[in-house]
Every structure is written in C-alpha cells, then in structure tokens.
C-alpha cells in the first residue's frame, strides 16, 4: 500500500535553532514530492520536487529529494516563531489520475 | 485573485443524514481534489475531478461521492452519515493536476 511517513511527529526547539523535518515514501506511480505547511486550516504551498528539480530553496527553508532513497528532508534554519506549525510531505502519484498521499505531518513548535 | 471557497465553514448533523459540501476552486484551475482530516488520520485523498470527470478515487466507502460542474466547481456528499465522519474537509485545486494545489479553508463537519 502506498504510503508517506514522516519524522519526528512533533519538535520542539528554541528560536534560532536549525531543523530538519525527514520524510519518506513508497508509492507506486511516483510523480512528484511536495511539502506544505499548515498553521490553522488550509495547508499553503511550499516545496515542489521532481525528477527534474531535486533541490529547492526559499529564503531560510529548503528542500532535497532522494530518488535513490525514497526520501525528502525538510530544513529550516535561524528558526522563529512564526516557523511554528505543522508541516506536511505529500507524494503525488498519476494512475489516469492524480492522487496524492499525505503523510501524517510535523508538528514545530519554536519558542521564543 | 480570490482563493478556493468552500462552503459552509461549520456543519452539524445527527447519524443517517446527509451532507453536500461545495467547493469553488481558483479562477481558470480544472483540478479539484478533496481531503478529510481527522486528528487520527490526518490528511486522506477522497477523489481528484477534472473536466466533470472523476479521474481518482481514495479508500472510502461509495456512502462518499462528489461531482464537478463544467463551471469547474465541485460537490461533495456524504449519504448516511456515521459518527466517523465528524472531520475537517478540504477541497484543493490547481490548473490542471500536476502542480501545487491550493487550499480552501474546509468545512468542519460534525456528526452527533
């Protein structure tokens, strides 16, 4: 069965501090990785990886994917408050179709 | 640009009702996809629509069914409602499945 299973389940750290959120997955119909971050409802975009594109920055956060591996991490660094959320790893698969997979999130606390 | 619109936010129905939820996506996005997140299970595919069409379906009893106007916009219903199926509902689109989707708010549901 496909899945996507992310560590650690929860983490907390100090503002400042570097994090690095693992994800991994077995799916059957690999397509693409993404990650988003959820504060209170809707999930925002952050991260989209692919065969094509494996390494993605934005400011303090990053990304890598390994093919090789199966996995993805997740690295933010110079933490701060408004870093606190839970954040997601999604694997997007095409069966005729699109699915994607969610794994079961991140939950980061940063305090001040 | 307005967001992906879902209605209504907050829902109350009691076991053996019925429920249609509606999702508005992003103007010019064809992908519609909608997730149910409970605590326990996080984030679970339900079924991707594209052009009217079902394209994908998630493991869940036929009790969850939905369709997709040629507006775009998409439906959800959920027949015979179980105390299970108290969650968060989340709608998501994106131009065309392929790409980053973006998400609505949800609608909370909850079932006594």
């Known amino acids: 069965e496909d899945k996507v299973v992310q560590s650690p389940l929860s983490l907390v750290v100090h503002e400042g501090d570097t994090v690095t959120l693992n994800c991994s997955y077995e799916?059957?119909?690999?397509?693409?990785l993404l990650w988003y971050k959820q504060e209170k409802k809707a999930p925002t975009f952050l991260f989209m990886l692919t065969s094509s594109g494996i390494e993605k920055k934005s400011g303090r956060l990053s990304s890598i994917l390994d093919k090789k591996e199966l996995s993805s991490i997740l690295n933010i660094t110079a933490t701060q408050t408004g870093d606190s959320a839970i954040y997601l790893c999604a694997v997007e698969e095409y069966t005729g179709g699109f699915k994607t997979i969610f794994g079961a999130g991140t939950r980061l606390f940063v305090k001040a | 640009k307005a967001g992906v619109t879902q209605t209504p936010r907050y829902l109350i129905k009691t076991r053996g009702q019925q429920v249609t939820l509606s999702c508005s996506p992003i103007s010019g996005h064809r992908s519609v996809s909608w997730y149910q997140q409970t605590p326990g299970q996080g984030l679970q595919f339900l079924f991707e629509y594209f052009s009217e069409t079902q394209r994908n379906k998630g493991n869940f009893p036929g009790r969850f069914s939905g369709r997709q106007f040629s507006n775009s916009r998409s439906e959800m219903n959920v027949s015979t409602l179980e105390l299970g199926d108290s969650a968060l509902y989340l709608c998501?689109?994106?131009?065309?499945?392929?790409?980053?989707?973006?998400f609505g708010d949800g609608t909370r549901l909850s079932i006594l």
């Open positions: 799916v059957t119909n690999f397509r693409s």
């Open positions: 998501a689109s994106s131009l065309a499945g392929g790409q980053p989707q973006h």
